[in-house]
């Protein structure tokens, strides 16, 4: 799940200002020093993985690949590769974007897949071993970028189709000329749904027959106020980390330690390297007041406001190409439900072959798991060529 940042304030600040997640000590993750010679997608470095536990009568690898951060600026992104032992060459290629609430870099799926990540081995991990027994190669980047940017939701899109191009040149895999799949829920869906809508203009080159995603925040500053902007809110831990996570991918436009109260520098100090459940648990309680000084600066602040705006799929007028799977519960309260039917009705005017499935189910997770199953039959059907459906 994901929040836009509800905490800054005007004021100038530089990248060094920003408090950048504590960097992994593998040089594998390492940029190279000519990574601005490379092209979008281009293969950085590979390396053969023992399988994650959760998985089975699968090849694993990890790819190192040039994408862009969200000013364009080149950076050395990851994806890790499930190959199935038992699969034809050319056989579908899966993009799965997994649910990233983090602000550590041992939380992104390269780390996280081998320890026991509740999300991918409780919810996730079942489903994708059916893809996998099926000859889907699936893909499972570390869509927050190498400084674990959550929020910037725009540069999730962008390392997921970077992946997609470096996996299809990976020769082991034997992907170059798969169909591509796209899926993702939450924050993860996000992902995924701005990948399907930057396609187009961003990856052209890509054959992607179809996007299932579910439960994404579209209206990011919608999402805001929802989360402790007024009142303490049990998770407004998320708002906070996306808060940090947006201030390390626009510093200059999100100031964030310029404005913190003690509180706040105690909560943004313990959320430097954290996953879901301390993100949660530093937060629950809290609202934007307790942790600034000066008010609540954000929707005042038109640079802030832009970029949080600019990440918000709503506001975004690409058309993706692909036939669309969408999912949510239609009581969910903490995602603007109102922002997905806007974004889907502009889909379906302007021809986008779009399905949709209001999950029988009254919240945000456990619409997740109703949805996944009947999102890859939605994927499967577009790998067999079936005419996809369309509720427009």
């Known amino acids: 799940m994901v929040a836009a940042a509800v905490i800054t304030g005007s004021g100038t600040a530089a990248a060094d200002d920003v408090a950048l997640p504590t960097p992994l000590p593998d040089p594998f993750y390492a ?54 032992t038992r699969k034809r060459a050319d056989g579908p290629l899966l993009s799965f974007q997994h649910i990233i609430n983090a602000t550590g870099l041992e939380c992104a799926p390269s ?21 996998l027994r099926q000859g889907w190669t699936i893909a499972i980047p570390d869509h927050l970028g190498p400084r674990s940017s959550y929020g910037a939701a725009k540069l999730g899109g ?78 407004f831990g998320l708002a906070f980390a996306a808060a940090i996570g947006m201030s390390r991918e626009y510093p200059r436009q999100v100031p964030m330690l310029d404005h913190l109260s003690p509180l706040g520098r105690q909560m943004f100090s313990g959320m430097r390297n954290a996953c879901t459940n301390d993100i949660l648990r530093l937060g629950a309680g809290h609202d934007a007041q307790q942790v600034t000084t000066g008010g609540r600066a954000i929707f005042d602040d038109p640079d802030a406001r832009r970029v949080v705006t600019e990440n918000g799929l709503v506001n975004y007028q690409g058309i993706p190409r692909t036939p669309i799977f969408e999912w949510h519960s239609p009581t969910d309260v903490l995602i603007p439900v109102a922002a997905i039917d806007q974004t889907l009705r502009r889909y379906c005017r302007a021809g986008v072959r779009v399905q949709r499935l209001r999950a029988p189910t009254p919240d945000h997770m456990s619409a997740a798991v109703v949805g996944l199953l009947p999102a890859f039959r939605y994927l499967t059907d577009r790998f067999e060529g079936t005419p996809a459906p369309s509720d427009c």
């Open 111 to 131: 780390q996280a897949l081998w320890t026991q990540d509740p999300n991918l081995t409780i919810r996730e991990a079942p489903g994708l071993n059916v893809a």
């Open 158 to 235: 962008q390392i997921t189709l970077d992946g997609i191009r470096a996996v299809q040149r990976f020769t082991p895999a034997q992907v170059a000329h798969s169909r591509v799949g796209m899926a993702g829920y939450s924050g993860g869906g996000m992902a995924t749904a701005w990948a399907a809508a930057l396609a187009p203009t961003y990856a052209p080159d890509l054959r992607i027959v179809g996007a299932a995603y579910g439960g994404v925040p579209m209206d990011l500053i919608k999402m805001a106020e929802g989360l402790g902007y007024d009142n303490p809110h049990p998770a």
């Open 31 to 84: 940029a190279p020093k000519n990574i601005a010679d490379l092209k979008p997608g281009a293969i950085i470095a590979t390396r053969a993985r023992t399988n994650p536990p959760a998985f089975f009568d699968v090849r694993t690898y990890q790819i190192k690949f040039r994408s862009a951060d969200s000013q364009g600026t080149p950076i050395a992104a990851v994806t890790t590769l499930l190959v199935p």
